[in-house]
């Protein structure tokens, strides 16, 4: 066999890994040619591509290590935060801003990844550390006032004149974070890295016995997934020019995303994607229902829970197992770490 033969058929398995994302680039990159004159359907439509990025982004903390981390709009409140003071306040350049309130979203939650695997501490006590954190976070900015605005919120002067605050260009800068957010996960998943995070995931213990460095990986899903989590809102701070702690706050993105990934499938690529597409579609059709909205929302939930109780992506799969005998997803051989 040839070099180059060798060459292509090795690159084919990426190509196939990379087809579903390739393919959702090509699905939501029409949706402006069809909304792009209504200011509003725009405004949803970016909403949609926020929580599919923080889904993503929880995705690699709880999907694949089982990180119950009670903390995502926290995180990205930190990056959201970081980014104004620095760029507003301190006069640090728009993109070093937001490099650098992603980096310490990341240290924050790799650093909770480290006290979890330090004082074994298991999902439900990871999600009680989070949550305190999350409260404190809060407590703070609204006691910062003169530096965060408190509960009246805080103008963003930096990014308005850019293309971060037009809503066209603004979709395609999320659309990219969500497409590329989709392939590092799908490049940690189809690596030595995958196969220690379904280890973690599916045996701890069994997983530490087959050598596999348990404090290493958690903590490198934290740092991974709470980088996402900074990026993205610090980057829908300088989009929207304007945040508040409800912009953050842990029932409007905390228990949204958890429901979303949770409803699309833990742990799979395209879970977060078909979550928040579902429940944005959702939000739009319930509009009409005033107060009952909520009430019809949650029925509408525990219906789909009801019928996907392993997520709308694990029971297509196991459909398409069913019907077409071989399209399991593959598994990394322990030689491959």
Not at 10 to 28: D, K, Q
Not at 34 to 59: C, E, I, P, Q, T
Not at 237 to 249: D, L, N, R, V
Not at 255 to 274: H, S
Request: charged share 10%; aromatic share 10%; with cysteine.
């Amino acid at each position: 066999m040839t070099a180059t033969a060798t060459r292509t058929g090795s690159s084919r398995p990426w190509v196939s890994a990379l087809a579903p994302i390739l393919a959702v680039l090509a699905l939501l990159a029409l949706i402006p040619l069809w909304l792009g004159d209504s200011r509003l359907m725009m405004g949803l439509a970016v909403d949609a591509l926020l929580f599919m990025a923080y889904a993503v982004a929880f995705n690699v903390i709880f999907g694949c290590t089982n990180q119950l981390f009670l903390c995502v709009g926290a995180l990205a409140g930190v990056g959201g935060y970081t980014s104004v003071v620095l760029a507003d306040r301190v006069g640090v350049p728009l993109a070093a801003g937001i490099v650098l309130a992603a980096c310490l979203s990341a240290l924050l939650g790799g650093l909770f990844s480290w006290v979890a695997v330090r004082r074994s501490l298991d999902v439900i006590f990871t999600g009680i550390v989070t949550l305190a954190f999350s409260l404190a976070f809060f407590n703070l900015v609204l006691g910062q006032r003169e530096l965060t605005g408190g509960e009246t919120g805080l103008r963003v002067g930096a990014g308005t004149g850019t293309f971060l605050a037009e809503r066209v260009p603004a979709y395609y800068v999320f659309l990219t974070v969500v497409v590329v957010f989709l392939i590092v996960f799908r490049v940690l998943e189809r690596t030595h890295v995958g196969w220690a995070f379904r280890a973690l995931k599916d045996d701890e213990v069994a997983a530490e016995l087959a050598g596999v460095h348990v404090a290493r990986y958690r903590i490198l899903a934290g740092l991974v997934g709470s980088a996402m989590l900074g990026l993205t809102g610090a980057l829908y701070a300088h989009h929207s020019g304007f945040i508040s702690p409800s912009t953050y706050e842990f029932g409007h993105v905390d228990v949204r995303v958890l429901v979303m990934l949770a409803f699309g499938g833990l742990g799979t690529l395209l879970g977060p994607v078909i979550g928040s597409t579902t429940f944005a579609v959702l939000d739009e059709l319930l509009i009409e229902f005033g107060r009952l909205r909520e009430v019809v929302y949650g029925a509408l939930i525990v219906v789909m829970f009801l019928g996907f109780k392993q997520g709308a992506v694990a029971q297509l799969s196991a459909l398409l197992a069913r019907w077409w005998p071989g399209t399991e997803r593959p598994t990394l051989p322990p030689e491959s770490r």
